[in-house]
């Protein structure tokens, strides 16, 4: 490969990165190309992208798009895996789902929201709670003592009319109107 075709290839992927928050780097050693092929058709159906790239030339890139160095990272076959609705957590979990049965994929590291991570943080990404998880979380937790006092209210206004009906019942039992 000609070193203006690396420059230009390093010039597009650091494009490509530069505005990435959250990615995953995958080691993809011994996966066939059949299985490539499906699981690049499962990342896409999710709306991600698989990406297989030479290390320096990925190297150079991140570095280019202001991502800090890891030589750790980029031994042996790397792919880049970004894309999809929920970030590196989306991408973890369709990893780990794809990975069941063919078990070939290994992380090497990522992203998440702009924080780096290595392989061991990425392989529990998959674990956590998507950020609109968490969210619908934190807004149970701020609705439930509002809701708790709608439905002390709700009680004390359905008890009343059976509170005064009982009241002139006692009334009628003891004579008086």
Known sequence: MSKTLKKTMADELTTAFSGLKDFVLVDYMGLKAEE???????????????????????????????????????????????????????????????????????YKGGMIDGTAGGAKEAATWSSLPSRTEVLSQILGVIIAPASGIAGLLQSTLAAFPMLVQAHIAKMEGQGQK
């Open 36 to 106: 490539a092929a499906e699981l690049r058709d499962k990342l896409r159906d999710q709306k991600m992208r698989l990406r297989v790239v030479k290390n320096s030339i990925l190297m150079r890139a991140f570095m280019n798009a202001g991502f800090v160095k890891s030589d750790a990272v980029m031994n042996g076959p790397t792919a880049v895996i970004s894309g999809g609705d929920g970030g590196a957590i989306a991408i973890c979990r369709a990893l780990d789902a794809w990975n069941k049965k063919a078990k070939k994929i290994s």
